[in-house]
């Protein structure tokens, strides 16, 4: 009964749009006021304790560090580099937006930033160039998602500290991966293009080119050069990272390229914090609802009637892949983390399932909820950049939707993707 109220209260808020934090908050508070199992106070308690957390702290810096980066000039140069790699070739204008939603994912380390910050730039430029709006909508919508899996990664911050894993090597782990999704993006696109005859920009590769582009970007490149190689030299822990990349970021923006005026900090600022507030809540609420979730002894049920099902490794992961699909097209992928880890790592533990590889994979499958409906953070930020209706971007991320389903596949099922570069 405990588990009915808990999640039947949870859907039927989320159903009648209630915020997802709102909603996991009240979900716990009327399993309290059922259960009588703990005081109501234990969820106040809990709320403050989730955050108050030293590797919790990473997450507002690498908030704060991506609204600077995205309104100090980066995007543009980034830009610009993709373009000289790859703007010639037919659909190029379509990889280079690609390119630069990974560069931009390694800077942000989030999927609606980078949909915010590259769409905006890419969509009405796409268009002009004669591409079709729903796919360049569709392209960077899919593309943004690359951001929660190239680090630094807020989702695999949150997965390290719930599961107990290293968050730098999760960093690393999720290179391969998030290249591999944005490859399969571009083979998309290659093909799309030359079906619908988009072609390149008529500008050759040239290494003057390329050496321009990349003198322009190297102060942007250097990021996440900085942020990876500092944790994993064992310079400074994700957290000092993260304040380390939020000056590094003002430094570029008012003396490197002097993009970043003063007047805009109080509007970044701001932005920040309220981004801030809206993920501690969430995390906040999802921690409650979590330790309920142990409290009533639902993850042990959870692994048993997996283990049920089959014994076979394959069959299990897959039957989790399948859960967290479902998950992400109705659960902020916080949320989700923070309540399923407790509950689906023990199982992948128990068929040889590295941590690190899962929390990949995790990351992976909960990144394709972002362009899923209802609860598709990318599609709304690409709806509100584009002017599409949600319906109409819904159907034209259905081919991107396949490919990142594809690239999933491979990233379970051959682990060196993952742990090719902690070997």
């Given at each position: 009964?405990?588990?009915?109220?808990?999640?039947?209260?949870?859907?039927?808020?989320?159903?009648v749009?209630?915020?997802?934090?709102?909603?996991?908050?009240?979900?716990?508070?009327?399993?309290?006021?059922?259960?009588?199992?703990?005081?109501?106070?234990?969820?106040?308690?809990?709320?403050?304790?989730?955050?108050?957390?030293?590797?919790?702290?990473?997450?507002?810096?690498?908030?704060?560090?991506a609204?600077?980066?995205?309104?100090?000039?980066?995007?543009?140069?980034?830009?610009?580099?993709?373009?000289?790699?790859?703007?010639?070739?037919?659909?190029?204008?379509?990889m280079a937006?690609?390119?630069?939603?990974?560069?931009?994912?390694?800077?942000?380390?989030?999927?609606?930033?980078?949909?915010?910050?590259?769409?905006?730039?890419?969509?009405?430029?796409?268009?002009?160039?004669?591409?079709?709006?729903?796919?360049?909508?569709?392209?960077?919508?899919?593309?943004?998602?690359?951001?929660?899996?190239?680090?630094?990664?807020?989702?695999?911050?949150?997965?390290?500290?719930?599961?107990?894993?290293?968050?730098?090597?999760?960093?690393?782990?999720?290179?391969?991966?998030?290249?591999?999704?944005?490859?399969?993006?571009?083979?998309?696109?290659?093909?799309?293009?030359?079906?619908?005859?988009?072609?390149?920009?008529?500008?050759?590769?040239?290494?003057?080119?390329?050496?321009?582009?990349?003198?322009?970007?190297?102060?942007?490149?250097?990021?996440?050069?900085?942020?990876?190689?500092?944790?994993?030299?064992?310079?400074?822990?994700?957290?000092?990272?993260?304040?380390?990349?939020?000056?590094?970021?003002?430094?570029?923006?008012f003396?490197?390229?002097?993009?970043?005026?003063?007047?805009?900090?109080?509007?970044i600022?701001?932005?920040?914090?309220?981004?801030?507030?809206?993920?501690?809540?969430?995390?906040?609420?999802?921690?409650?609802?979590?330790r309920?979730?142990?409290?009533?002894?639902?993850?042990?049920?959870?692994?048993?009637?997996?283990?049920?099902?089959?014994?076979?490794?394959?069959?299990?992961?897959?039957?989790?892949?399948?859960?967290?699909?479902?998950?992400?097209?109705?659960?902020?992928?916080?949320?989700?983390?923070?309540?399923?880890?407790?509950?689906?790592?023990?199982?992948?533990?128990?068929?040889?399932?590295?941590?690190?590889?899962?929390?990949?994979?995790?990351?992976?499958?909960?990144?394709?909820?972002?362009?899923?409906?209802?609860?598709?953070?990318?599609?709304?930020?690409?709806?509100?950049?584009?002017?599409?209706?949600?319906?109409?971007?819904?159907?034209?991320?259905?081919?991107?939707?396949?490919?990142?389903?594809?690239?999933?596949i491979?990233?379970?099922f051959?682990?060196?993707?993952?742990?090719?570069?902690?070997?």
């Amino acid at each position: 009964m405990t588990a009915t109220l808990l999640f039947g209260g949870l859907t039927a808020l989320l159903l009648v749009s209630v915020p997802i934090g709102i909603a996991l908050g009240v979900a716990s508070l009327l399993v309290l006021i059922y259960s009588n199992a703990l005081p109501v106070e234990y969820i106040t308690q809990t709320l403050i304790s989730a955050v108050d957390s030293f590797p919790i702290m990473a997450v507002p810096f690498f908030i704060l560090a991506a609204e600077i980066m995205g309104k100090g000039g980066i995007s543009n140069r980034l830009f610009n580099l993709a373009n000289t790699l790859v703007g010639h070739r037919t659909g190029g204008f379509a990889m280079a937006t690609i390119v630069t939603c990974m560069f931009f994912a390694a800077i942000s380390g989030s999927g609606p930033a980078t949909v915010a910050a590259i769409g905006g730039i890419m969509i009405p430029s796409m268009v002009k160039m004669g591409y079709d709006k729903r796919f360049a909508t569709g392209l960077v919508v899919a593309a943004g998602s690359i951001g929660v899996l190239i680090p630094p990664s807020i989702p695999m911050v949150i997965y390290g500290i719930v599961g107990s894993a290293s968050v730098g090597e999760l960093f690393i782990a999720g290179i391969l991966p998030g290249s591999i999704v944005a490859i399969g993006l571009m083979v998309y696109a290659y093909f799309y293009s030359k079906k619908m005859g988009y072609k390149g920009t008529g500008e050759k590769f040239t290494p003057q080119r390329f050496l321009k582009s990349l003198g322009e970007a190297k102060w942007a490149l250097l990021i996440p050069i900085i942020i990876i190689g500092g944790i994993y030299g064992g310079i400074f822990t994700p957290t000092e990272a993260a304040a380390v990349a939020v000056i590094y970021a003002l430094v570029v923006g008012f003396f490197l390229y002097k993009e970043l005026k003063l007047k805009d900090l109080p509007k970044i600022f701001a932005d920040s914090a309220l981004t801030t507030a809206t993920v501690l809540i969430i995390i906040g609420a999802a921690t409650v609802f979590g330790r309920i979730l142990t409290i009533e002894q639902i993850p042990s049920q959870v692994a048993n009637f997996l283990l049920s099902i089959s014994e076979n490794p394959i069959v299990i992961i897959m039957l989790i892949s399948l859960l967290l699909l479902f998950v992400g097209c109705f659960m902020d992928t916080l949320a989700a983390i923070i309540i399923l880890t407790p509950i689906l790592l023990p199982i992948v533990a128990d068929i040889g399932y590295d941590p690190v590889h899962f929390g990949v994979i995790m990351v992976a499958n909960l990144a394709i909820g972002f362009i899923t409906p209802p609860l598709g953070v990318n599609l709304f930020v690409g709806s509100g950049i584009s002017g599409l209706s949600i319906e109409s971007l819904s159907k034209a991320v259905v081919p991107f939707f396949i490919v990142m389903i594809f690239t999933l596949i491979l990233i379970i099922f051959i682990p060196q993707f993952s742990l090719l570069f902690l070997e």
